[in-house]
């Protein structure tokens, strides 16, 4: 794991919408950091802000998400297995803000995972316990990616979330479609948060209602 002492300011920094960002610059020095782990999570941040980031860290996926759908573009590092959501999804709902570079880290990584990730649109896949200077440049090249890279305005949806849409419009509930589609009900509520946010609906009525609007249907 990384080297280093105890951190001296480790301090999770709460969603975009209860603190400022900054706006003057296409890409800012602002980086995302997740992991369930809240002795890694502070190593990181630690890591990140000695070498002249300000890392923003969480450890509830949910939280993240919603922080990167506000975010300017920047580069999000995440850990694979997090708790409450899978985390190639998670990842795919990261890449389909279309705005962020993703780099992903994880002790369980193999050759599918890899491939997965990547198709998904992640830029770089790091084996856990890794070199900080791997972490750092790649980092660095995400973000540089980022300055001539065109920025997606059009909505997209991961397969997941089409899946959740579909039950969602059929009037199914959390508990029911968490049953249909094998998940755990905190999952489902990943999705029809992001859902929520990636259509602006104000709550669930409107949420269905912009859904069969955007041409979803009840699955035969």
Known sequence: ????????????????????????????????????????????????????????????????????????????????????????DLVAAFCALGRHAVVLISAFVDVTTTVDAMRLGVDNVIQKPTNPDVLIAAVKRGLEVLKTAPRQELMTLTRRERQVAELIVAGRTTKQIAQTLSLSPRTVEFFRGSLLRKTQSTNSAALASTLTLLGFHPPG
């Open 1 to 88: 794991m990384f080297p280093g002492g105890k951190p001296d300011r480790g301090e999770l920094v709460p969603p975009a919408a209860n603190r400022s960002r900054q706006t003057d610059a296409a890409v800012t020095r602002e980086i995302l950091v997740i992991d369930d782990d809240p002795a890694i999570l502070q190593t990181l941040l630690l890591l990140f802000r000695e070498s002249g980031y300000d890392p923003v860290g969480f450890s509830d996926p949910l939280d993240a998400l919603m922080w990167a759908s506000d975010a300017d573009p920047t580069c999000i590092v995440v850990d694979l297995k997090l708790p409450g959501v899978e985390g190639l």
